[in-house]
């Protein structure tokens, strides 16, 4: 029979992923008598999104996501949003550096690893449009160590793979920067939270169902349920996040908050073509992105990665796009369905009115054969061998449905944090660049959610230790930006080559 039994903490954090394990190891060295739990769907933590098969890896700092930087109809270069990137990136490398020196991490090459980051592009269109963004993003601190060239044998050094058998009559042109990184997430995440489990009042539980949030004079009163044997059990939180990733959002609409109201979410899958083959992955040290097709949505830019996982290189390439109604890679197929409200019902039926090219996009995706993959792969690397290749299913990415008051609703492609008005809950909704720059995601919601605590001296001086210099310091301070990032590198270990 059902036993129930009642709990009580601070912090209440929902899904085992980077989200919440960041969250709240930052919460505990803010507060280190701060008394928390996570609550975990699956067996363990960083199975779905954080894990490092389920996302590229990248260290996204604006160094070669060309959709970043937008390009004028007068042919200028908006680079705000790469500077926002790198900037919230190198928040992130503090956090993890701090954690590094306070002996929390052991090595970090278990996690992070330093692989140049380049930008490819092919035609006449592409190589004057990659040139202006260098011009643009060189006259940046951030970015002044970033090259340039249109020349084939240099493009030969950077990324031999790519450039055997290319028609010597293309035009072709590529970016690099040494300091780009390769994230291996799903291990990040497994040190936050084994460093979390060593600390007092601070516990990770597995095979735990939210299955009831209900706002109470304390805070929520949580109904979580073990799926396995049917025990369920209540939680008293003074605050609850909602960081499960696609499920964050079926949890907002249950805690029926009315800033959650009119949210919706679109699913996208995903796969790779991966190669383990070490011959071919020790001709290409790189990750190199390119252009997305005309018509298709950020998500789809193509690239070839290094990837480093469990001490192994592999060589990734893709995204290819899918299309299933479930929220989470382990979810249901009435995820989506069942996500659909009065409130939400406008913008969703907006967003499918207006994206059409989408639709078509992810048609075509899903139709798409072995051959016509390896096509898109060869654009890339022109002699590729087939059955160096395997196809490798990726996660779920929940795209944000949100009210707009001229289009009705809107598809949007980055990450939304979704706060209650008291500060009593939060959820993070949307995926990119989501991991990288989760730390400086985490401290926004600090600010907007223990806004009294967060400008204390005590949480002040403390944030001031963990991070030398916040994001905005680092765009406009090239001093300041260069010796916070050295500081960072050195400490994890990113002046050394990637692991053999």
Request: aromatic letters at 8%.
């Amino acid at each position: 029979m059902a036993q129930n039994n009642y709990d009580s903490v601070d912090v209440l954090l929902v899904g085992a992923g980077i989200m919440s394990a960041t969250l709240a190891v930052l919460l505990k060295e803010l507060d280190p008598a701060i008394k928390l739990e996570i609550v975990e769907l699956m067996t363990s933590g960083a199975i779905e999104s954080s894990f490092p098969w389920n996302n590229a890896g990248t260290g996204h700092a604006g160094l070669c996501e060309l959709n970043y930087t937008p390009e004028g109809a007068d042919g200028s270069i908006d680079i705000k949003k790469s500077v926002s990137i790198n900037t919230q990136f190198e928040e992130s490398k503090q956090f993890w550096a701090y954690l590094v020196e306070k002996g929390a991490f052991g090595s970090p090459k278990d996690f992070i690893n330093a692989v140049p980051h380049l930008s490819f592009v092919r035609g006449e269109d592409g190589v004057a449009f990659l040139k202006n963004r260098f011009n643009a993003l060189t006259a940046h601190h951030a970015f002044s160590e970033m090259e340039y060239t249109e020349d084939r044998a240099t493009m030969a050094e950077w990324m031999p793979l790519m450039m055997p058998g290319r028609d010597p009559n293309e035009r072709i042109a590529a970016t690099r920067v040494m300091a780009g990184t390769d994230v291996n997430f799903g291990a990040l995440t497994q040190k936050l939270l084994q460093h979390l489990n060593n600390q007092p009042d601070a516990s990770v539980k597995c095979n735990q169902k939210v299955v009831g949030l209900e706002r109470n004079a304390q805070g929520w009163r949580v109904t979580v349920k073990n799926p396995t044997n049917g025990n369920s059990r209540q939680i008293q939180a003074k605050f609850v996040f909602l960081g499960a990733g696609g499920g964050a959002l079926p949890l907002l609409q249950m805690s029926g908050i009315e800033e959650g109201k009119g949210f919706g979410g679109f699913p996208v899958s995903g796969q790779w073509l991966r190669c383990d083959n070490p011959e071919i992955v020790k001709q290409h040290q790189a990750k190199v992105y390119s252009q997305a097709e005309v018509g298709s949505p950020p998500m789809s830019v193509p690239h070839l990665d290094t990837r480093v996982v469990d001490g192994k290189k592999s060589l990734l390439f893709g995204p290819y796009a899918g299309f299933s109604t479930k929220f989470l890679r382990h979810g249901s197929l009435m995820d989506l369905p069942l996500s659909v409200r009065p409130n939400n019902i406008g913008p969703m039926l907006a967003v499918a009115r207006d994206n059409f090219d989408l639709t078509r996009y992810l048609i075509k995706e899903v139709m798409q054969s072995e051959e016509k993959r390896l096509q898109t792969l060869r654009g890339f690397y022109p002699e590729l061998d087939p059955k160096d290749w395997r196809l490798e299913m990726a996660g779920q990415r929940v795209q944000i449905i949100k009210k707009d008051p001229k289009r009705g609703g809107i598809l949007q492609f980055g990450t939304e944090l979704v706060a209650a008005h008291d500060g009593s809950i939060a959820a993070l909704l949307g995926a990119s660049p989501g991991a990288s720059v989760t730390v400086s995601i985490m401290l926004d919601l600090i600010r907007r959610c223990f806004p009294e605590r967060a400008q204390s001296a005590e949480w002040t001086s403390k944030l001031a230790e963990m991070f030398p210099a916040m994001g905005d310091v680092l765009a406009k301070d090239a001093e300041v930006y260069r010796q916070v990032q050295e500081r960072s590198d050195a400490l994890l270990q990113l002046s050394e080559p990637a692991m053999a």
